[in-house]
């Protein structure tokens, strides 16, 4: 007689809390929304770290107006009908529960244009519930606006960390998705001033280059379904490991010791491509360590790769000439 059943309110807040922790969580949803829409480019602005105001802009294929009201229920996706579809998976999303859960927690505006309709249409939420739906004239495409994140959940709130960490965590998340998709045109904004402006590019190098402001070498190789490439900093830096499988961004800590034994002081970007059922998909969005099926083969690929270099590739020198 003592056991109730919580009311849904409660139940949405606190799950909620458990896909959205910070802003930087937020962002990183909104950015594979917007990926997975195949936008061509996407536009981040934060004000107060994004503890005040984010914004996630794209030019992708838009919301259907009769999917918008949808979109915030919980569970709802387009990208999956069934279980077995998170086998042939090969967008970032799938759950249908990230704008549920930072509708619950915030106030957000959701603003989009469906590529075959010739207007655009605005719908604003409370706390989960919609307070309006109106046309809106815009180009193609979608905005997500989150306002004052956890303002109705004040712990959570105050758990938040300092402006400028969750600014630092923000960027740091952006440029991990404009190395994971050269192909797209990223631009960040905080506080009025322009953290990145990354024009699209075809070439992972360029891209990578742009970002990190040094010159790197790229090495290639493909076997048994896995497509390994290693791009690793000409001069010596402090030496960061990057890990992406199938264009996302994770970690592994055995990979990435096994990498920088071998790249030393240099920084090591490694894309991985493998078939959907290499990875657990049916992965917590919280949880970036992933394990890997083929752990092993691909410690064998990464060793090929640098056969004959015992430590940090000895056969460039200081000025990154290779000889
Ligand atoms: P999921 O990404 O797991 O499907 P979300 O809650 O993140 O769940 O999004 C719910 C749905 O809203 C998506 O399946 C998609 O149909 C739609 N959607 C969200 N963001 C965008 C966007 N930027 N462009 C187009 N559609 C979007
Ligand atoms: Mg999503």
Known sequence: MFVKELPEEVRFK???????????????????????????????????GGKHYISVKDDGVGIHPEDLPKVILPFHTSKIERFEDLLSLNTYGFRGEALHAIAQVSRMVISSRF?????????????????????????????????DLFYNLPVRRNLLKKEDTERAKILRLVRDYAMA????????????????????????????EEI??????????????????VFVSLSQKKGEVKLFVNSRPVQNKSLTEYIKRTVGRRIAVCLLEVPPFVVDANIHPKKLEVKLQKEGNIKELFRELFKGHKTHIPSLNQEGHPY
């Open 212 to 229: 990190y402001k040094t010159k790197f070498e790229e090495r290639e190789i493909e076997r048994d379904g896995l497509h390994l490439r």
């Open 181 to 208: 998709r050269p192909e797209v045109s990223f631009k960040l904004i905080a506080e009025g001033r322009e953290l990145l402006n990354l024009p699209s590019t075809q070439s992972a190098r360029d891209r990578l």
């Open 115 to 147: 590529y075959q309709e010739d207007r655009g249409y605005e719908m604003r939420l409370e706390e989960g519930k919609v307070v309006h739906i109106r046309e809106k004239g815009m180009a193609v495409g979608t905005r997500v606006e989150v306002f």
């Open 14 to 48: 606190i799950s909620a809390g458990e896909v959205i922790e910070s802003p930087a969580d937020c962002v990183k949803e909104l950015i594979e929304n917007s990926l997975d829409a195949k936008a061509k480019r996407i536009e981040i602005e934060v004000i107060k």
